[in-house]
């Protein structure tokens, strides 16, 4: 290779050749943008489905919630205490386990206590004291 | 937000939009990429910030963000982007660094004119690099869009007497490194530009 003084104009067209050869022939198409907003025809689709959604979320909330406090309040013996309220102390009224009585008087307790007393036989009896024969 | 025919709601209708996007792209696209190419020396590279500073600028719009002056945001966006490349894994870690995939000849063989050609301009690239980016973005304004100083000025708002001073200097240091290495032959495209 031989040395050589560059002329100014060398340079100049040396340098137009080498840039504009990186540069793309043609030059590409603009970008295609993807716009961020839903078509027109989508829209209001999305937005029902958004409040039917959003509506069945609450219905299924409020049931929850209300089939929680039912059970709740059924475990704690809700209703019996509702009818024991009705009823007055020695009228018998709401279940009929202890009729008559009333935590004053508990005949009945009295009356179920001699009636076993009654029917239990001695237990003393058929007992023959003796010397135990251990194996 | 770009000018147009506006719909109902004062906004810009989707096809207005559209075509102030493909005008700003038309009249700046090869400025980005002119000014991106200056700060790495790789094509590819530019071209990808271009499009992205373009989708960028559409993204603001969508947004509702008001762009007084698209050109200079453009600009701005795209050196930002070309930084942001530098911080990047592929930047710091690389493949190979260019000197070597200078020499990496293609599966096709090259006409040996042609071939000559790219050897001599892998050549200046290196010289090109070695200069700072600021004259770099002189040069790649000026030879790749053929623009004169003073609207080089404009752009990069600096003085036209320093965009003179610039060139000269950066002409004379590439005229004298190619000198050295003995790239300027008779036979080279360079040479070839004298006679014209």
């Known amino acids: ?135 | 937000m770009p000018n147009g025919s506006a719909n109902d709601s004062g906004l810009p209708s989707g096809s207005a939009r559209r075509a102030e996007f493909e005008s700003l792209y038309q009249h700046y696209s090869r400025e980005v990429w002119a000014l991106s190419y200056a700060r790495w020396m790789d094509a590819d590279l530019a071209m990808d910030v271009t499009q992205e500073a373009f989708l960028r600028l559409w993204r603001q719009w969508e947004a509702g963000e008001d762009i007084q002056n698209p050109r200079a945001w453009l600009l701005r966006v795209a050196r930002n982007l070309a930084e942001d490349y530098a911080k990047s894994a592929f930047r710091r870690n690389g493949t190979q660094p260019p000197e070597f995939l200078n020499g990496v000849r293609s599966s096709q063989p090259l006409p040996v004119e042609m071939l000559e050609k790219e050897e001599l301009f892998a050549r200046l690239r290196a010289e090109l690099e070695e200069l700072s980016p600021g004259d770099r973005d002189i040069l790649t304004l000026r030879y790749a869009l053929d623009y004169d100083a003073n609207t080089i000025a404009e752009l990069l708002n600096v003085n036209v007497t320093a965009v003179h001073m610039r060139l000269s200097r950066a002409r004379q240091r590439l005229a004298e490194r190619l000198s050295v290495h003995g790239d300027f032959t008779p036979d080279n495209p360079a040479e070839r530009g004298t006679n014209r």
Request: net charge positive.
């Open chain 1, 1 to 135: 290779m031989s040395q050589s003084i560059i002329q100014p104009d060398a340079i100049d067209s040396f340098l137009s050749d080498f840039f504009k050869s990186r540069m793309r022939h043609p030059w590409p198409a603009a970008p295609v943008p993807v716009s961020a907003q839903p078509s027109a025809l989508v829209a209001p689709r999305v937005a029902s489905s958004q409040m039917d959604t959003n509506g069945r979320a609450r219905i299924t909330l409020a049931a929850s919630v209300a089939l929680l406090i039912g059970t709740c309040w059924y475990l704690s013996n809700g209703w019996q205490s509702a009818d024991r309220s009705l009823s007055k102390p020695g009228q018998g009224g709401g279940p009929n386990v202890l009729p008559e009585s009333t935590a004053e008087s508990p005949g009945a307790f009295e009356k179920n206590r001699k009636d076993k007393a009654s029917q239990t036989k001695d237990p003393m009896a058929g007992f023959q004291p003796g010397p135990i024969t251990l194996p």
